[in-house]
């Protein structure tokens, strides 16, 4: 079955740096985008963007622009998301989801930044 | 970017009742390959969201047929008949027609 499995949770402190990952199984790994949406506690889903994963070719949202690196380990099937230089307001639960569809999700990782 | 109208913000329902969900975009969604996608997703609380609806009214793979879909251009509605516990919580309408790809606010169905 399609699954999309993440790493766990991070604590970090500001400034600091952490990678996410997201490990896709039970189909073609390079015939479907990876999407990167955030939710903030208590609060809705924020769209940062997408890697083309035949390519390689990150597009992030305009808030997602500074600090934030999305990358891939195809013989992993696997898609990242590198946060740099984090700030308090980065901690949230981030998803990776699958295709145009984003219809399939990984279970999310909950970050929290906090001196 | 396209905003994305979601309406009511919550939505008191009673079990076997019926919830309608508005989505409203700030520009069409109707793509220039003549697609439009809007799609739906429900998320129950502590868990991943799950889509429900694709491209406006078609039901994605084992979602009942209690979930219903339609719309065009800027008005869509998602439907929920006979509505039952486990599909309590938050829903959300994503467009991603035009990028950055933007979700609704969100609809919290919760009981009366």
């Known amino acids: 079955q399609i699954q999309l499995v993440q790493s766990g949770p991070e604590l970090k402190k500001p400034g600091e740096s952490l990678k996410i990952s997201c490990k896709a199984s039970g189909y073609t790994f390079t015939d479907y985008a990876m999407q990167w949406v955030k939710q903030a506690p208590g609060k809705g889903l924020q769209y940062m963007g997408w890697?083309?994963?035949?390519?390689?070719?990150?597009t992030y949202a305009d808030d997602f622009k500074e600090r934030f690196v999305f990358s891939l380990e195809t013989s992993a099937s696997t898609a990242y998301l590198q946060i740099n230089n984090l700030k308090n307001e980065d901690t949230a639960t981030y998803f990776c989801?699958?295709?145009?569809?984003?219809?399939?999700w990984g279970q999310g990782t909950l970050v929290t930044v906090s001196s | 970017d396209v905003v994305m109208t979601q309406t009511p913000v919550s939505l008191p329902v009673s079990l076997g009742g019926q919830a309608s969900i508005s989505c409203r975009s700030s520009?069409?969604?109707?793509?220039?390959?003549?697609?439009?996608?809007l799609h739906w997703y429900l998320q129950k609380p502590g868990q991943s969201p799950q889509l429900l609806i694709y491209r406006v009214s078609n039901r994605f793979s084992g979602v009942p047929d209690r979930f219903s879909g339609s719309g065009s251009g800027t008005d869509f509605t998602l439907k929920i008949s006979r509505v039952e516990p486990e599909d309590l919580g938050d829903y959300y309408c994503?467009?991603?027609?035009?990028?950055?790809?933007?979700f609704g606010a969100g609809t919290k169905l919760e009981l009366k």
């Open positions: 989801a699958r295709g145009t569809l984003f219809a399939y």
């Open positions: 520009q069409s969604l109707v793509h220039s390959n003549g697609n439009t996608y």
């Open positions: 994503l467009q991603s027609t035009h990028f950055p790809y933007t």
């Open positions: 890697i083309n994963t035949q390519t390689g070719k990150p």
